[in-house]
Nanobody
Protein backbone atom coordinates (compact mmCIF):
# COMPACT_ATOMS: atom_id res chain seq x y z
CA UNK A 1 0.00 0.00 0.00
CA UNK A 2 1.50 3.27 -1.14
CA UNK A 3 1.49 6.07 1.43
CA UNK A 4 2.77 9.61 1.12
CA UNK A 5 3.00 11.83 4.20
CA UNK A 6 3.80 15.52 3.88
CA UNK A 7 5.16 17.79 6.60
CA UNK A 8 6.76 21.19 7.00
CA UNK A 9 3.99 23.62 6.13
CA UNK A 10 3.18 26.67 8.19
CA UNK A 11 2.49 30.39 8.36
CA UNK A 12 5.33 32.63 7.23
CA UNK A 13 5.85 36.17 5.99
CA UNK A 14 6.62 37.18 2.44
CA UNK A 15 10.30 36.65 1.72
CA UNK A 16 10.69 33.81 4.20
CA UNK A 17 11.61 30.21 3.45
CA UNK A 18 10.03 26.83 4.18
CA UNK A 19 11.12 23.28 3.53
CA UNK A 20 8.44 20.71 2.84
CA UNK A 21 9.09 17.00 3.16
CA UNK A 22 7.24 13.97 1.85
CA UNK A 23 7.94 10.52 3.25
CA UNK A 24 6.95 7.61 1.02
CA UNK A 25 6.29 3.97 1.80
CA UNK A 26 4.93 0.97 -0.04
CA UNK A 27 6.87 1.47 -3.25
CA UNK A 28 10.37 1.10 -4.64
CA UNK A 29 10.88 4.82 -4.24
CA UNK A 30 13.90 5.30 -6.46
CA UNK A 31 12.19 3.93 -9.56
CA UNK A 32 9.29 6.37 -9.66
CA UNK A 33 8.85 9.98 -10.57
CA UNK A 34 7.58 12.13 -7.73
CA UNK A 35 6.08 15.58 -7.71
CA UNK A 36 4.72 18.43 -5.62
CA UNK A 37 1.36 19.96 -6.51
CA UNK A 38 -0.50 22.79 -4.83
CA UNK A 39 -4.07 23.94 -4.66
CA UNK A 40 -5.14 27.43 -3.61
CA UNK A 41 -8.72 28.19 -2.56
CA UNK A 42 -10.99 28.37 -5.59
CA UNK A 43 -8.26 27.25 -7.97
CA UNK A 44 -7.35 24.04 -9.70
CA UNK A 45 -4.54 21.88 -8.41
CA UNK A 46 -1.33 22.70 -10.26
CA UNK A 47 2.01 21.00 -10.69
CA UNK A 48 4.74 22.92 -8.87
CA UNK A 49 7.82 20.75 -9.27
CA UNK A 50 8.72 17.22 -10.28
CA UNK A 51 11.75 14.97 -9.95
CA UNK A 52 12.12 11.96 -12.22
CA UNK A 53 13.63 8.66 -11.21
CA UNK A 54 16.60 9.59 -13.39
CA UNK A 55 17.27 12.79 -11.47
CA UNK A 56 15.80 15.37 -13.84
CA UNK A 57 13.71 18.16 -12.37
CA UNK A 58 11.20 20.62 -13.73
CA UNK A 59 9.25 23.53 -12.29
CA UNK A 60 6.27 25.68 -13.04
CA UNK A 61 7.46 29.06 -14.29
CA UNK A 62 6.13 30.94 -11.26
CA UNK A 63 8.52 29.17 -8.86
CA UNK A 64 11.65 28.82 -11.01
CA UNK A 65 14.66 30.22 -9.20
CA UNK A 66 12.87 30.16 -5.84
CA UNK A 67 11.89 26.51 -5.26
CA UNK A 68 14.10 23.44 -5.38
CA UNK A 69 12.90 19.84 -5.39
CA UNK A 70 15.26 17.15 -4.19
CA UNK A 71 14.92 13.48 -3.44
CA UNK A 72 16.73 11.16 -1.08
CA UNK A 73 16.08 7.68 -2.42
CA UNK A 74 17.78 5.97 0.51
CA UNK A 75 15.39 7.69 2.93
CA UNK A 76 12.40 7.51 0.55
CA UNK A 77 11.89 11.21 0.98
CA UNK A 78 11.40 14.16 -1.33
CA UNK A 79 11.83 17.75 -0.24
CA UNK A 80 10.65 21.06 -1.60
CA UNK A 81 12.82 23.97 -0.52
CA UNK A 82 10.84 27.17 -0.96
CA UNK A 83 12.66 30.48 -0.76
CA UNK A 84 11.51 34.06 -1.27
CA UNK A 85 7.94 33.04 -0.60
CA UNK A 86 5.14 35.23 -1.91
CA UNK A 87 1.50 35.55 -0.81
CA UNK A 88 0.49 33.90 -4.08
CA UNK A 89 2.33 30.76 -2.97
CA UNK A 90 -0.36 30.26 -0.32
CA UNK A 91 -1.95 26.86 -0.92
CA UNK A 92 -2.21 23.31 0.29
CA UNK A 93 0.83 21.44 -1.03
CA UNK A 94 0.50 17.78 -2.00
CA UNK A 95 3.05 15.10 -2.72
CA UNK A 96 2.23 12.85 -5.69
CA UNK A 97 3.46 9.77 -7.45
CA UNK A 98 1.95 7.60 -10.14
CA UNK A 99 2.19 3.83 -10.45
CA UNK A 100 0.83 2.73 -13.81
CA UNK A 101 -2.51 4.49 -14.13
CA UNK A 102 -2.95 4.99 -10.39
CA UNK A 103 -2.21 8.38 -8.86
CA UNK A 104 -1.29 8.53 -5.17
CA UNK A 105 -1.58 11.65 -3.05
CA UNK A 106 -0.61 12.64 0.44
CA UNK A 107 -2.99 14.41 2.80
CA UNK A 108 -1.45 17.80 2.04
CA UNK A 109 0.27 20.44 4.13
CA UNK A 110 -0.90 24.05 4.36
CA UNK A 111 1.46 26.86 3.42
CA UNK A 112 0.27 30.37 4.19
CA UNK A 113 2.35 33.40 3.24
CA UNK A 114 1.33 36.74 4.69
CA UNK A 115 2.21 40.04 3.06
Amino acid sequence: QVQLVESGGGLVQAGDSLRLSCAASGLTFGTYNIAWFRQAPGKQRELVAAATSGGSTNYVDSVKGRFTISRDNAKRTVHLQMNSLKPEDTAVYYCNTKLGSQNYWGQGTQVTVSS
